[in-house]
DNA sequence: AAAAGTGTGGGTTTTTAACACCACAATTAA
DNA sequence: TTAATTGTGGTGTTAAAAACCCACACTTTT
């Protein structure tokens, strides 16, 4: 039942700061995903960390929200806990 | 015949990357493999911008090279020249 | 009240990368 | 010379991202 993938503290740090890029510029999650080809159900996810996404999607996160791919990655995070 | 995958602007600048962090630490291949958990001939894929990798792979990158993941995305980009 | 927009979740299909290998030529070290 | 290491390719399997759709409760706008 439900998802397969389990949600790393990676993804979901990740996704809080497309969140708080979203947000900031205050773009629904369709107009988003209009701006950058990801369907506005999988921008859902990618923000709540469900999915592990692609450089690729990267990308065009950052297109869509007019950064630089370097700043979605602006935000703390301990690698020592990365377990492998 | 041979690569499905285009390589892309932005997986062959970002392949850049790693293979500056990878060489300035004189690592090889290998031995980068050894510390991040992915295997030799991928990261050789990588570095070449033959693949298009995923976020936690980003994760294992970084810390193969002691690095944080911003850092892997400290270079120069043009999102205008992204297509769609 | 009606219409439009919102976040959210579910499901299906197609695409594709990760993964775990192997093989080999060339280089470097013993 | 032999042995080890390096970068580089190839392969088949499997898990999952991506793309697409829809549905619904809730809020905002008209």
């Known amino acids: ?9 990676f ?5 809080r700061q497309i969140e708080k890029f979203r947000t900031e510029q205050n773009l ?5 995903a209009q ?5 506005h159900s999988n ?5 709540k960390g469900e999915i592990n996404i ?4 990267v990308l065009q996160l950052a297109k869509g929200l007019s950064i ?3 700043e979605l990655f602006d935000f ?3 690698l020592g806990d990365v377990i492998s």
């Open 68 to 70: 630089s791919p370097k």
């Open 28 to 32: 629904s999650y369709r107009q988003l």
């Open 11 to 15: 993804q979901i740090a990740f996704g």
């Open 43 to 47: 921008i859902s996810k990618i923000e």
């Open 76 to 78: 703390n995070f301990d």
């Open 1 to 9: 039942m439900g998802n397969s993938v389990e949600k790393t503290d």
């Open 54 to 57: 692609q450089l690729s999607s």
């Open 35 to 39: 701006r950058c080809d990801i369907d």
